[in-house]
């Protein structure tokens, strides 16, 4: 089956780094996107990786290993504002795209 | 906004009954996707359409159903309704059919109760 794994929740302290890993074991892989989503709205894109490396954007960096099935999202100087989840998601390629999302990350940056 | 509109915000009803969902993409976006999000679950994928045809399906119940009208709107129908279904239900839009680097827009939900 197709599967993705994230920590359930992580604290944080405002200005600081965190890492959030994301690890997946699929079939079809074409792509991994992190999207960010605050509590009751919608999810919104924040990266997108689909070769191996690191994807740096602002505050936010994305890494992926597809030959490890392992991706991480990198957020720096840490905002109360980033209080909120992050959900891995892979695209697959399976007959038709889809894609399938990680039951989400939820981070609470303390003062 | 991320100009995907979906109606109604709310809706509340009874097991047994059937309502229907209705998502609006964004302009020029031809795939539309339904997600399911419960509280102790991710967003679990249900249904995508590309340019009014079914291209690919998840783990969809088959009391439910969707589809996509020539004008690209999208409903989502479910019906004999349950107490576990009750969730907040999200439409998604993106450009294409789902080339790899395409991101998903997504509009704020239709939270539904069934009680």
């Known amino acids: ?111 | 906004d991320s100009g995907v509109t979906q109606t109604p915000k709310h809706l509340i009803t009874a097991t047994g009954q059937r309502v229907t969902l209705r998502c609006s993409p964004r302009s020029g976006d031809l795939s539309v996707y339904w997600y399911q999000q419960s509280l102790d679950q991710g967003l679990q994928f249900l249904i995508q359409y590309y340019n009014g045809e079914e291209r690919a399906k998840g783990n969809i119940l088959e009391r439910f159903s969707a589809q996509q009208f020539p004008d690209l709107h999208s409903e989502l129908n479910l019906s004999s309704l349950e107490l576990g279904d009750s969730a907040l239900y999200f439409c998604a839009s993106s450009v294409g059919a789902g080339a790899s680097n395409e991101k998903l827009f997504f509009g704020s939900g239709t939270q539904l109760s069934v009680l």
């Open chain 1, 1 to 111: 089956g197709q599967n993705i794994d994230q920590p359930t929740e992580m604290t944080a302290t405002e200005g600081a780094i965190v890492q959030i890993n994301c690890t997946y074991q699929t079939s079809g892989f074409n792509g991994l996107f992190w999207y960010q989503q605050h509590a009751g709205e919608a999810p919104t894109f924040l990266s997108y990786n689909v070769l191996d490396g690191l994807e740096e954007k602002g505050r936010f960096s994305s890494f992926l290993s597809r030959s490890k099935g392992y991706s991480y999202l990198l957020l720096k100087e840490l905002q109360m504002k980033d209080s909120a989840s992050y959900l891995c998601a892979v695209r697959l390629n399976t007959g038709g795209f889809k894609t399938i999302f990680g039951a989400g990350t939820r981070l609470f940056v303390k003062a």
